[in-house]
């Protein structure tokens, strides 16, 4: 074909396409079939056809090539930045133009006017669409050592039907195996609540190099038996399905696993079952334990995880399920058994059973994979760890990076990215810099399972442990643990809201001589925000809580503007004395980046229910005007706080759309009749509030 361009997934050839000769044209190429590898004929690419490119790659090829000529014109000019038809860029140092304001950009590079390529990330892949022969400009140059290899055709899948040990279920197994082997081979295992034939497109990468594919539906999901209870079963179904991998005659016994959210947990849910076929984990966005992640984190009900829920409610997933413009009104019905009926208009089972244990019991203790690990057969496992500072799933990898310090091999990703991963260079308020996002994650992948696989010495295990991205500075570090190794910064919040007109709220950098109250009415009716889309399904995204600091629940503790600058990594430590008149109250804390323009962006957050201050396993009522003394673990961060910057420190009682607010009675979350209450903060030597930041800096200056 004449100018013709490849389409690369993952290093792979998919398509080779070539724009319309004449304006308004066809765009024209060949397509590649991922199972046996032919090509096609040339042929006008088919909307469908194209719609198929963009599904998978979640880059729109033919769409670019119809348009080259408004790529060439808008970014051939001399400026550094361009909003045009084709989106909004910026140029880049190193020649490439990256899209922003958007998820997944095509950034551009031109050469001599001429587009060259177009490259998108998409949280473990990189895509490439490059004119033929300039490959070298590329991320593909990273894969050198991989270029020369043949790619082997997909046998066609086998479907099996595991039994369980509990007699109760038959696991849905498709075998995707490579037609080039010549005798077993180790295996990638994939277990899935979202239909394990959707997206298996996607990972036949690794079928092409030479593994088998296992994708599984997890129990109750899709086309497996059984009763479906999120996170109940994995720990024995996981190790049962690797049991029966590993006595296959086309697996050499060397098992590795992949994926992330729901599919990451239960690589964790397998570790814990202790399998010595288990010989590789990459675990990106994990889910973790449900009192510290979801759906339970800190005690709360974590009402942000409806749209999920709806989504897994049936037999098979149903995305469409998440967006409605109703949810508010959905979240404020009383009481919660009957929300399912009242939204969907059917019961959604496992939503009763989170209903029926409210506290953390044994049906909470067996979906917890960290403690499983410890009280079972878990054993270390080489672990490849990918998440993000935004990451609504963050509180599962914060799991595991405590279950996995002293692991001989563990190698962490940690960037300025959100469950969806690396896949924006602008999130809500903050803007990243141009390295944020991230072209060799497939790469380092690949290196990972073919180090602990097949045993090839490639040095993915000698570098840095730990690459991590610093917010505010827009610049990735490395370590060799986690979190990096720094003194700890401790603020003591003092004074009341300036509202109350009792004094400013700051942080001070010593401990307050005076005791100090400060009280705010909570009204269950009119909850504070936590300020997400629900229908994006993203709870953790960096938003700017200016107007909504102005409420009167929301006490705010502010340091002066900063001379130095401030880097704080690692998760932070908070801990309150609170007040109540209540029966009932949630802990919501923030730190946020004041900018020098007031703006008060959101940067970590924690909630806890007072009930369980003394464990998630030992609820307490309260005692109304009693301090009660709360410690909060923050979510993950690395951010520099600049000159001019303030560093401030937020508590409320609520975050709605985040947690589903206290009533403010015995009920708490689950109550038709609500209650004000005066709830707050007791500062001052004998009830020492402190924010404790683990920071660069030894004081702040």
Known sequence: MKNEFVLYFSAIPIARLAPPEVSGGPVTGSLRDLYTLEW?????????????????????????????????????????????????????????????????????????????????????????????????????????????????????????RIPTRDGKAELATDVYLPAARSGPVPALLIRTPYNREEGAESWLRYVHRGYALVIQDVRGKGESTGEWVPHYYEVEDGTDTLEWMAAQDWCDGNIGTAGGSYLGYVQWAMAAGGSPHLKAMISVVTAGSGFVDLPRRGGCYVSGMFPWAFSVSGQRFDASLMERPDWDEVLRHRPLRELPEKALGRPVPFLDDYLDHRDYDGFWQRGNWAEQFVR???????????????????????????????????KVILGPWQHSGNSRYDLHALSFGEDALRFDLDLLHLRWLERFLRGRENGVDRGPAVEYYTTGEEKWHTASAWPPAQGQLSLWPDGKDPRTGAGDGVLLSSPPAESREA?????????????????????????????????????????????????????????????????????????????PDGRSIKLADAVL???????????????????????????????????????????????????????????????????????????????????RLPAADAALR
């Not at 990918?386 to 609504?392: A, C, I, M, V």
């Not at 502010?558 to 802990?587: F, I």
Request: net charge negative; proline share 7%.
């Open 376 to 410: 079972g057969g878990g054993r270390p496992v080489p672990v490849l760890i990918q998440s993000g500072w935004f990451d609504d799933n963050g509180m599962g990898t914060t799991e595991a990076l405590d279950l996995t310090g002293d692991w001989p091999h563990r």
């Open 609 to 691: 229910s007072a009930r369980y201050r003394e464990g998630f396993d030992r609820p307490l009522p309260l005692t109304p005007g009693r301090p009660m003394k709360l410690t909060l673990r923050t979510t993950k961060l690395s951010h520099r706080f600049l000159p001019g910057h303030r560093l401030r420190l937020t508590v409320t009682f609520s975050a709605e759309g985040f947690i589903l607010p206290s009533s403010g009675t015995a009920a708490g979350y689950d109550s038709a009749v609500c209650r004000k209450c005066r709830n707050g903060l007791r500062t001052g030597p004998d009830t020492p509030c402190v924010l």
């Open 40 to 160: 096609s004929a040339e042929h006008p690419i088919t909307s469908a056809e194209a719609a198929r490119i963009r599904s998978l790659s979640k880059m729109d090829a033919v769409g670019i090539l119809s348009r080259l000529g408004e790529y060439e014109a808008a970014l051939s000019g001399e400026g550094d930045a361009v909003t045009a038809a084709i989106g909004e860029y910026r140029r880049g140092k190193d020649g490439y133009w990256r899209q922003r304001q958007v998820k997944f950009p095509a950034n551009v590079l031109l050469e001599e006017g001429r587009a060259a390529t177009f490259v998108t990330p998409c949280r473990e892949v990189t895509v490439v669409l490059v004119r033929s022969g300039l490959e070298g400009r590329t991320p593909l140059a990273l894969w050198e050592d991989y270029r020369g290899e043949a790619l082997s055709p997909v046998e066609a899948v086998r479907t099996f």
């Open 519 to 595: 009280l705010c009415l909570y009204d269950p009716a009119d909850p504070a925000h936590h300020i997400i889309d629900m229908s994006e399904n993203e709870l953790e995204v960096p938003e700017d809580y200016t107007q909504e600091e102005q409420r009167q629940d929301y006490l705010c503790y502010t340091t002066p503007p900063l001379e130095q600058p401030l880097t704080v990594t690692g998760d932070c430590q908070v801990e309150l004395w609170l007040l109540s008149d209540g029966e009932d109250a949630d802990a919501v804390v923030r730190v946020c980046d004041v900018f």
